[in-house]
């Protein structure tokens, strides 16, 4: 079993560790952020016929895009570490 309980870490724990095991959800998250801003800055200028729900649906279209291609992007670079140019992390051990 774990030296820590998994009822005794923070959320800000389990925040990190998922950040570390993969730091490609990182740039996903930050995406998000950044998609979510923007957003909110271009929200008052948007088209004079769209209404508030269709520009909410194409933002969020948009944010799940930059996590969805994140997260692949660092499934791409995992796989083909470890398939194509044989770094395995058991070799280094």
């Known amino acids: 079993m774990a030296s820590k309980d998994i009822f005794e870490e923070s959320g800000t724990d389990i925040a ?3 950040f570390k095991n993969n730091p490609f959800l990182l740039f996903g998250v930050t995406g998000f952020l950044i998609t979510a801003g923007i957003g909110a800055y271009k929200y ?3 088209p004079k016929g769209m209404s508030t729900a ?3 649906v ?3 279209v ?3 895009s930059v996590v ?3 997260l692949t992007v660092g499934m791409a670079y995992g796989m083909i570490n470890k398939y194509v140019l ?3 992390d058991e070799k280094k051990n």
């Open 16 to 18: 990190i560790r998922k």
């Open 44 to 46: 008052k200028s948007r």
């Open 54 to 56: 269709t520009f909410l």
């Open 58 to 60: 194409r933002l969020r």
């Open 62 to 64: 948009a944010a799940q």
């Open 68 to 70: 969805v291609g994140s």
């Open 86 to 88: 044989n770094n395995n």
